[in-house]
């Protein structure tokens, strides 16, 4: 499985950051696989997003549940992350994750920084 993320890499304060994985290799109804979102800041460790599971159903970290929608497209094989009204608090590299009962696989990252 491979994965690749995309979208703007400059987003502007209180803007909505929204970023795509394109997914290849297998698809993202397989059973028992997890798509998630992580991010990492600069000087921080990986904070996970939120994840949508093969079934379609998501799941969000607590501190950003209010701010965060992760959605599929089962055609194009893709899912999608919007962050809501961005700060540059939110800047940093986002990644795509699947996470299976056998392994995990790791898109390269995308560096996206919220400035004015």
């Known amino acids: 499985v491979q994965l690749q993320e995309s979208g703007p890499g400059l987003v502007k304060p209180s803007q909505t950051l929204s970023l795509t994985c394109t997914v290849s290799?297998?698809?993202?109804?397989?059973?028992?696989?997890?798509w998630s979102w992580i991010r990492q800041a600069p000087g921080k460790g990986l904070e996970w997003m939120g994840a949508?599971?093969?079934?379609?159903?998501?799941n969000y970290s607590p501190s950003l549940k209010s701010r965060t929608s992760i959605s599929r497209d089962t055609s194009k094989n893709q899912f999608t992350l919007q962050l809501s009204s961005v700060t540059p608090e939110d800047t940093a590299v986002y990644y795509c994750n699947a996470e299976s009962p056998m392994r995990g696989f790791w898109g390269q990252g995308t560096q996206v920084t919220v400035s004015s």
């Open positions: 949508i599971a093969y079934s379609g159903t998501t």
């Open positions: 290799g297998g698809s993202i109804t397989t059973n028992y696989y997890y």
